[in-house]
Every structure is written in C-alpha cells, then in structure tokens.
C-alpha cells in the first residue's frame, strides 16, 4: 500500500489514495497500527482520501481508530497532495468532509482553507454555553465551539504554568460533551496574537490544531480579547485566522510533504 507522509506546522498525517473506498471498512484497525510511533510509520492520523463522481473526500482517523469530522492541518495535506499529484488544476478545489465541501485555495506557497462557520450550539456541544468546570487548581471557564468538530476553549494567564498532560485528557472526556472533545488552552498576546496548545480528541498532546485555531480565535473575538483576524502561534508553528463579516473563518498555513513509501503488513 503505497502512503505519503505530511505534516502542517508539525501535525503530521499519513495519506493513502484509497478513491474506491475500499480501505474504510478497515480503516480505524489500519489507523491504530500506521499512527504508532514505534511499530508503525508514526502520525497524528490516517487520512483516506476517497473520490465520489469527481469530488475528493477527506476521511480522517485517529491514532486510537475513532473518526473525526474535520481536520485543517490534514485539509491543507491532502490540497497539496491533489495539485502535486495532478489531480487538481488551477488555483482553488473543493474537497468533501464528514462536516461539509471546503473550498481550499493556493496563496504562494501556503493554502487558505474556508472552514466555514462556527456554531455555539448543537449535537456534539454542551447545553447552556459556557460551562464551569471544578478543578484541584480552581474552576475553569471553558467555551464550546464547533468548527466542524466539537471544541473546548479555555483562556488562561500563564500557558507554560497550566498542567496540560493532567488536565488535557480530564476536559476532552469530561461528561458535559456528549462524545468527547478537542481542548485548547489560550494565552492572549496582544489583539492580533493567541498562543494555544491543544490536546486533540482521540490524539492527544499535538503540535497544532487547525480547527483548534480557529476555535480559539472565534472565542477570543467573541469576548474581545483579541480582533478577528489574528496569528495562532502553536507549539509546531503558526496559523493566520480570518472571521470574516459573512460569519464564515479562513485558515491560512503550510502543507508539507516529508517522504513517501510503501506499507507492507496485512490489516485485516
């Protein structure tokens, strides 16, 4: 089976071709083994990428084999991977995800992604906005989002002080989200600059989050921390965010290609 190997600002990915669909019954297996840092190639996540009467899709899993609904860093990925590949011409494509068609287009060498449009409300978010929740170090505020995928936003005075590993893990399976979310805990730098690191539903500790970007930026405008465009410095780089007038975020950053190969174990 032959992969690529991508990253953006660190998140990295393993890509397969798989545009007859015939990897996704065995895909979260196929997920669990490819993602393992020590027997496996080593990634935040699998992404298949299928083809449906002429559109690309992005199906995206997990290193534990759960599905997520949307990924940035994985979208901007695959956009590089379809226009290197040949698959795409010009300078814009459209490609499918469990959250919806987002347009992608080329800016020099990075890519600009319309994520769409947050929601405050809805199936995989809590009831009632802003949830408190009790902590050994005191109450935390933390904000619900939805960019495509369910996320936890939590401001926060000193990020390098915030006890990410214990905390992480504790407000991703908290019981207020009806399955698990993303969490980002943001420091604000000044109105146009957010310092976030993430604990990624299903991954854990990440060097970037797109989504999770966006997350924090939609929150930080909405409670005017910060303007509505801002730089989203993570741990693996950063990310230029747009909320634009008509409601709808732009993500702008790299995708790079690191090596291709060939899998050869069975996954049955």
């Not at 010009?90 to 490609?95: P, Q, R």
């Not at 009831?127 to 989002?145: C, D, H, N």
């Amino acid at each position: 089976m032959r992969f690529w190997k991508y990253h953006g600002i660190g998140n990295d990915f393993i890509l397969v071709e798989d545009f007859l669909g015939n990897l996704l019954d065995c895909a979260p297996a196929l997920a669990e083994a490819l993602c393992h840092r020590n027997f496996g190639i080593g990634g935040d996540g699998l992404v298949l990428i299928t083809q449906d009467q002429g559109l690309y899709t992005m199906r995206i899993f997990n290193p534990d084999g759960t599905e997520a609904e949307m990924c940035g860093n994985a979208i901007r990925c695959v956009a590089d991977h379809l226009f290197v590949q040949g698959y795409a011409a010009g300078e814009t494509l459209y490609i499918d995800t469990l959250s919806g068609v987002k347009e992608i287009s080329r800016v020099g060498d990075l890519y600009a992604v319309d994520m769409g449009e947050p929601q405050f409300s809805g199936a995989d978010l809590p009831s009632g906005g802003a949830q408190a929740v009790e902590t050994s170090r005191g109450s935390l505020q933390v904000y619900p989002v939805s960019m495509g995928n369910p996320h936890g936003v939590v401001f926060v005075d000193d990020l390098p002080a915030v006890d990410f590993s214990r905390l992480g893990p504790v407000l991703e399976k908290h019981p207020m989200w009806p399955a698990h979310a993303n969490i980002e805990f943001v420091g604000v730098q000044h109105a146009t600059a957010l310092q976030v690191k993430v604990w990624e539903r299903g991954a854990g500790p990440t060097l970037a989050c797109g989504t999770g970007a966006c997350a924090a930026a939609v929150w930080a405008a909405r409670l005017g921390l910060a303007e509505r465009q801002v730089t989203v410095q993570l741990p693996g780089g950063h990310l230029q965010i747009r909320w634009e007038d008509n409601n709808h975020v732009w993500m702008i950053g790299p995708a790079v290609r690191v090596f291709e190969g060939y899998y050869h174990n069975n996954i049955s």
